[in-house]
């Protein structure tokens, strides 16, 4: 099984910081890494999908980068609404795949 | 508007049955692969299995393989998760999710239902 990794898992940010999140895969995936945002009580909701494509309706703050086994989400200018716990997750091995233990950003 | 909504949850003790149901509106449900994704609380996202827009392929994590059945009715518009012989460890909130494509993102996701195995 492809395992992935995240860092930090726990991040303290303030609003307006740039804010970068890692995800390492144990094998490489190439570009199949979609990144997800879930607030409390809440779905996941899909933000970046092939590595670096920008889901439909998400701001242009965030980004995604990355192929192989390293890859990283960048929020460029944190906003309040961007609390949450990010989760990256792997598609290479579809439909069996994995996510990412998540990385959750704070207020500082 | 493009919506999934799921149902069925509830508290059963262990070694039970439980199905749930989640209905597609908004879009051609026909037309994608559908996943059923847990989590238990406080924890990850953990995929649980996944069925292709015909039924023809059919697939289980592991930790459900032998105890959990997926299903949909396209008439219906409508995907299934029978689920039997609970454990205390399927407790969690069971997510229906579309694909996008194959070897893509899960871009629609329900709301979630709650699922506690208990005595």
């Known amino acids: 099984d492809i395992q992935l990794t995240q860092s930090p898992s726990f991040l303290s940010a303030s609003v307006g910081d740039r804010v970068t999140i890692t995800c390492r895969a144990s094998?490489?995936?190439?570009?199949?890494l979609a990144w997800y945002q879930q607030k409390p009580g809440k779905a996941p909701k899909l933000l970046i999908y092939a590595a670096s494509t920008l889901q439909s309706g998400v701001p242009s703050r965030f980004s995604g980068s990355g192929s192989g086994t390293e890859f990283t989400l960048t929020i460029s200018s944190l906003q309040p609404e961007d609390f949450a716990t990010y989760y990256c997750?792997?598609?290479?091995?579809?439909?069996?795949?994995?996510f990412g233990p998540g990385t959750k950003v704070d207020i500082k | 508007e493009v919506q999934l909504v799921e149902s069925g949850g509830g508290l059963v003790k262990p070694g039970g049955s439980l199905r749930l149901s989640c209905a597609a509106s908004g879009f051609t449900f026909s037309s994608y692969s559908m996943n059923w994704v847990r989590q238990a609380p406080g924890k990850g996202l953990e995929w649980v299995s996944s069925?292709?827009?015909?039924?023809?392929?059919?697939y289980y994590a592991d930790s459900v393989k032998g105890r959990f059945t997926i299903s949909r009715d396209n008439a219906k518009n409508s995907l299934y998760l029978q689920m039997n012989s609970l454990r205390a460890e399927d407790t969690a909130v069971y997510y229906c999710?579309?694909?996008?494509?194959?070897?893509?993102?899960?871009?629609?996701w329900g709301q979630g239902t709650m699922v506690t195995v208990s005595s």
């Open positions: 999710a579309r694909a996008r494509g194959e070897n893509d993102a899960f871009d629609i």
């Open positions: 069925i292709s827009s015909s039924s023809s392929y059919i």
């Open positions: 094998q490489g995936i190439s570009s199949y």
């Open positions: 997750q792997q598609l290479n091995s579809y439909p069996r795949v994995t």
